[in-house]
């Protein structure tokens, strides 16, 4: 197990090192497609006859919930994303550097 996440440690990194912004746009793309998700299954468990009244009341509920956090996580996303911007740039360097001392990816599989 501990070279099999070595393995996959040292991929991540060199990953993460060459293509930063493929993998942080990447990963935004996922969680917004994740809540969208969330949110269209609720609705259509919700919306299903064999669904009680106080289910749909509940799944509706929480489809709304998620829906203002989706809206909350794009506004902040569209507010912030020069920031977004230089914090990819920040973790591309320590993945520079995490990828230069190899010796530290065995920390990390040791913590994990």
């Avoid at 990819?88 to 994990?112: E, G, H, L, P």
Wanted: charged fraction near 10%; charge should be positive.
């Amino acid at each position: 197990m501990f070279f099999f996440t070595a393995i996959l440690n040292m991929l991540y990194i060199k990953l993460m090192s060459a293509h930063p912004n493929l993998l942080s746009k990447g990963s935004l793309v996922l969680v917004a497609l994740l809540k969208l998700v969330a949110i269209g299954s609720l609705i259509y468990v919700a919306t299903r006859p064999t669904t009680s009244k106080g289910e749909k009341t509940g799944l509706f509920i929480a489809a709304g919930f998620i829906a203002i956090f989706f809206a909350l996580f794009l506004c902040l996303v569209w507010c912030f994303y020069s920031e977004f911007e230089v914090a990819i740039q920040i973790v591309d360097t320590a993945a520079d550097f995490y990828n230069a001392t190899k010796r530290q990816i065995f920390v990390s599989c040791w913590v994990f």
